[in-house]
């Protein structure tokens, strides 16, 4: 079946860090790819997507480029910022599995001043 | 801006008693997911509908929890009884459709603590 493999956390930064959020998967087919975001308090966002090889999502100063020779999706922004606390979902939907979401695990990003 | 909306919040229980959670996905959103997050882990799906249809329940312990979406609009998600092992945050998400590329809008979840 469809599985999502991510990175440990927490992940502990400074601010203007650079940020790499590893997260890898498992699918039959070719499954769109995907980064939500879950501030404190508040429910999932989506926060970027890549639907076949090679796409690169962005959104907010993050990005993600869809490698499927190393079935990988990892998440990376340049400079974070305290405002980027949060946990980080890594999730995919695949057609061979009725399109349903799949989450990995989650990994807790802390920024710190 | 349209939301989903999720009743109550926060839920305290004691074991064995029953528990209802309520979502109101966006308007016009035809599937509606339910899933239960235990803490520091993802969200693992329970239930989802189309419209007022069950598509997928395979991972929904039925012998204690059960869901219904009558009229296809809210959706009502019920564990009798409640025991230990189910305090998790459990979170309600829509969308328009299920193709590949869909994005799911989520709530802001009911967090049960069971006692």
């Known amino acids: 079946g469809n599985s999502v493999t991510q990175m440990e956390g927490p992940v502990t930064l400074s601010e203007e860090a650079f940020l790499t959020i590893n997260c890898t998967y498992t699918a039959t087919g070719y499954p769109s790819l995907f980064w939500y975001v879950q501030y404190p308090g508040e429910g999932l966002q989506l926060l970027l997507k890549a639907t076949k090889a090679d796409d690169k999502g962005s959104n907010k100063g993050f990005e993600a480029t869809y490698r499927k020779e190393t079935t990988s999706f990892h998440l990376e922004k340049g400079s974070v910022q305290v405002s980027d606390s949060a946990v980080y979902f890594c999730?995919?939907?695949?057609?061979?599995?009725?399109?349903?979401?799949?989450f990995g695990g989650g990994t807790r990003l802390m920024v710190k001043p | 801006e349209a939301e989903v909306a999720q009743s109550p919040r926060y839920k305290i229980t004691e074991k064995s008693q029953a528990v209802a959670f309520w979502c109101d996905p966006i308007?016009?959103?035809?599937?509606l997911y339910w899933y239960r997050q235990i803490l520091g882990q993802g969200p693992e799906l329970l239930v989802q509908f189309q419209d007022e249809s069950v598509v997928d329940d395979s991972q929904l312990p039925k012998d204690r929890f059960s869901a219904e979406r009558l009229k296809g609009v809210d959706s009502t998600l019920k564990i009798q009884p409640a025991e230990l092992g189910d305090s998790a945050m459990y979170l309600c998400a829509s969308s328009q459709e299920t193709g590949l590329n869909t994005e799911a809008f989520f709530g802001q979840g009911t967090r049960l603590t069971v006692v």
């Open positions: 308007s016009g959103h035809a599937t």
């Open positions: 999730a995919l939907r695949e057609r061979e599995a009725g399109n349903m979401l799949t």
